[in-house]
């Protein structure tokens, strides 16, 4: 256990001197948060971010593993990545470097079409609206909409709708912003 605490504090420092801030560094650091506010921040992000990302995960490389091809593109374009910036195996990537991961970006967000971790989401109404397409929705009304459903939508995505394909989002880069967020959910 002290060993466990004295390597985390030694993550800390490390990060410290390094000023890597990630997000409750910056919540705690702009002041304004009260103790309560940064309890509550740290389970939103335990319980909306756990069993989301694993869930996502697991399906992407569960894919990947029933699709070679991917995989061998994904590695190539990382392996293009390090040689670009003369990088050795091991290393991290930084930010620019994350954003040329195209295939991967579409990789992740075809999977996310296929096996969404939140399949369904449901928002209240606060007061009375209208959708887009003119459907009144009253105030203290509950809208659910099923991502499941929507990413398998033949209508939408085509007759190889069930299928693991990367490159119909790689291929629609112009698109790739709205596809992953309707993806991401
Ligand atoms: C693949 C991973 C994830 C998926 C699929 C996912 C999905 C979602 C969905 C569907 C919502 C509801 C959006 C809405 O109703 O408007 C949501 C909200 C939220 N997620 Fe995630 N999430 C993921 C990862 C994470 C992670 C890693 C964190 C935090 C570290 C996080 C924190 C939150 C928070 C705080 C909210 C509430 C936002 C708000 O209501 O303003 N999520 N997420």
Same mark, same amino acid.
């Given at each position: 256990?002290?060993?466990?605490?004295?390597?985390?504090?030694?993550?800390?420092?490390?990060?410290?001197? %390094?000023?890597?801030?990630?997000?409750?560094?910056?919540?705690?650091?702009?002041?304004?948060?009260?103790?309560?506010?940064? %309890?509550?921040?740290?389970?939103?992000?335990?319980?909306?971010?756990?069993?989301?990302?694993?869930?996502?995960?697991?399906?992407?490389?569960?894919?990947?593993?029933?699709?070679?091809?991917?995989?061998?593109?994904?590695?190539?374009?990382?392996?293009?990545?390090?040689?670009?910036?003369?990088?050795?195996?091991?290393?991290?990537?930084?930010?620019?470097?994350?954003?040329?991961?195209?295939?991967?970006?579409?990789?992740?967000?075809?999977?996310? %079409?296929?096996?969404?971790?939140?399949?369904?989401?449901?928002?209240?109404?606060?007061?009375?609206?209208?959708?887009?397409?003119?459907?009144?929705?009253?105030?203290?009304?509950?809208?659910?909409?099923?991502?499941?459903?929507?990413? %398998?939508?033949?209508?939408?995505?085509?007759?190889?709708?069930?299928?693991?394909?990367?490159?119909?989002?790689?291929?629609?880069?112009?698109?790739?912003?709205?596809?992953?967020?309707?993806?991401?959910?």
């Amino acid at each position: 256990m002290n060993s466990l605490k004295r390597s985390s504090n030694q993550e800390w420092n490390r990060k410290q001197s %390094r000023k890597i801030e990630d997000l409750l560094s910056r919540f705690i650091k702009n002041g304004e948060s009260s103790p309560q506010f940064l %309890r509550d921040i740290v389970i939103s992000f335990i319980l909306a971010g756990r069993d989301t990302t694993s869930s996502a995960l697991c399906w992407f490389f569960r894919l990947l593993s029933l699709n070679p091809d991917a995989e061998k593109n994904i590695l190539k374009e990382l392996e293009t990545i390090r040689t670009s910036s003369g990088k050795s195996t091991g290393e991290s990537y930084t930010f620019d470097e994350l954003r040329e991961m195209n295939y991967l970006h579409a990789a992740i967000s075809e999977a996310l %079409r296929l096996y969404p971790p939140a399949p369904a989401d449901t928002v209240a109404c606060k007061s009375k609206d209208k959708l887009p397409d003119g459907t009144v929705v009253e105030k203290d009304w509950f809208v659910t909409y099923h991502v499941y459903a929507m990413g %398998r939508m033949e209508g939408l995505w085509g007759k190889d709708c069930g299928d693991f394909v990367p490159e119909r989002l790689e291929l629609r880069k112009e698109r790739i912003e709205l596809q992953s967020l309707c993806a991401h959910v």
